[in-house]
Each structure stands twice: as structure tokens, then as C-alpha cells.
């Protein structure tokens, strides 16, 4: 099973069924929690990482902040826009914390503990099995998925656009890391945008090692 797998309109209307037929408690937050993942764009450590004083805030502000030092191996601070499902989705959350103290975390378990990583992973795996998706279903899936229906919704046809703006979205320090969201699509899961990959990163045909590498970089700065 591929890692970058991406979470697909049709298994996202499929779980959407599901969870309108569920009314448990551990349901509707797991619910809450996919919506704000495919809105956001967020790792799950990041997401699991807010506590109801900071969704309270982003909620009320429309923003959401995470800084850097809280984020894996960046180097930049991330600010997320809430609106419109995404917002619903952490009112949603909040509601489910209701009268937590602004201290304590967004998502818990069923005995109040700060909900894990491994935790949540594997009630995705349950919920995928019952709702009839791949089980493979993971956190990471709703990422890619936020960077699959970015890039599908683009109005621009530059590539370097396109990467330009994923990274801000999604917190990369460089563009480049977000190369492998441009041949991901909603709709198929083997992608469907690898054409802008090649017209931004064209394939050089020969192998660029370290000596060539420095020649180009020397051509370049002479010229």
C-alpha cells in the first residue's frame, strides 16, 4: 500500500454516510476530527497537539496558529484559515469538550486522557473496515487530500504557482516538497496533474551528479 495514498471523493462520501448513522460520542469526535483534517490540511500530531483554549481562539478569530516548534522539522510557524467546514468541524470538537478548561486538550479519549497518535490510527482502521473503505485508511490520507483538491481547484495553470501556494498552505519551508501533492487526484488514485510536474521540474535525462551539478551552478553564475 502506497504511502501517499490519498483519500478519495467517493470513500469521503462513503464515510460521510457512515458517520450520519452513528450517534456515539467516540463517532461524532473521530468525524469532527477527519472534517478538520480534509479542511485544513493539518498533520495529526499538529491537530492532536491544540488544546480548547487555542481551538476557542481560532474559532472566534478565524485563524488558526501553529508555531513552528510544535511542527515536524519545520522551520515555519503555520497559520490556518477557518472557514466553512473547517470551522464547523472545530465547533463541532468544542462542543464535544464543553466545560473543559482552556488548558486542557481539544481531543481526549474516553477517560479525558490526551488522545494519542496510535490511538487515533487505529480507530481509523476500525471505522474504515465497518464503513467498507480500505483499511489502509490513515490520518496522513486527509492531508493528501487537502493538497490533491488545492491543486484541482487551482485556477492557474504555472506550476510554480501552484507548489508556491501548497507550501504555504500545508507549512512547507520549500516548495519543492510538495511535488509529489501535484500528481495526486481526488478522483482517481493514480493522479491526475503529473503533466505540471514536468512543465516546472522538466526531467534532465542525464544523471545530475555532484560535479555536473556544480558546473550548471558555475555556467549559471557566469553567465
Known amino acids: 500500500m502506497s504511502k501517499n495514498r ?12 457512515f458517520f450520519k448513522t452513528r450517534g456515539d460520542w ?15 490540511g493539518m498533520r495529526i500530531a499538529e491537530f492532536l497537539s491544540l488544546s ?14 501553529v508555531p513552528a516548534t510544535r511542527r515536524k522539522g ?38 479525558g486522557e490526551a488522545l494519542g497518535i496510535r490511538a487515533f490510527q487505529l480507530a481509523l482502521k476500525q ?37 508556491a501556494r501548497l507550501s504555504r498552505l500545508l507549512g512547507h519551508t520549500d516548495p519543492r516538497s510538495c511535488l509529489r501533492y501535484l500528481t495526486m487526484s481526488r478522483s482517481s488514485q493514480t ?10 521540474f522538466p526531467i534532465q535525462g542525464v544523471r545530475m551528479t555532484p560535479a555536473r551539478l ?4 558555475e555556467g549559471r553564475a557566469a553567465a
Open 74 to 111: 519545520e522551520a515555519c510557524d503555520l497559520t490556518v484559515h477557518l472557514v466553512g467546514a473547517a470551522a464547523q468541524a472545530f465547533h463541532d470538537l468544542l462542543a464535544l469538550r464543553l466545560p473543559a478548561t482552556d488548558d486542557a486538550p481539544l481531543i481526549v479519549g474516553r477517560r
Open 26 to 40: 467516540q463517532a461524532k469526535r473521530d468525524w469532527a476530527i477527519i472534517r478538520a483534517l480534509l479542511t485544513t
Open 214 to 217: 556544480r558546473r550548471a551552478y
Open 127 to 163: 471505522w474504515a473496515e465497518l464503513a467498507g473503505i480500505d483499511p489502509g485508511f490513515s490520518p496522513h490520507w486527509c492531508r493528501h487530500a487537502f493538497a490533491a483538491a488545492i491543486v484541482e481547484s487551482s485556477s492557474s495553470e504555472n506550476p510554480t504557482f501552484v507548489l
Open 52 to 65: 480548547v483554549g487555542e481551538a476557542k481562539t481560532a474559532f472566534r478569530l478565524g485563524y488558526l496558529f
Open 6 to 17: 490519498c483519500l478519495t471523493n467517493q470513500e469521503e462520501a462513503t464515510l460521510r454516510r
Open 191 to 200: 493522479g491526475g496533474a503529473a503533466e505540471l510536474v514536468e512543465r516546472a
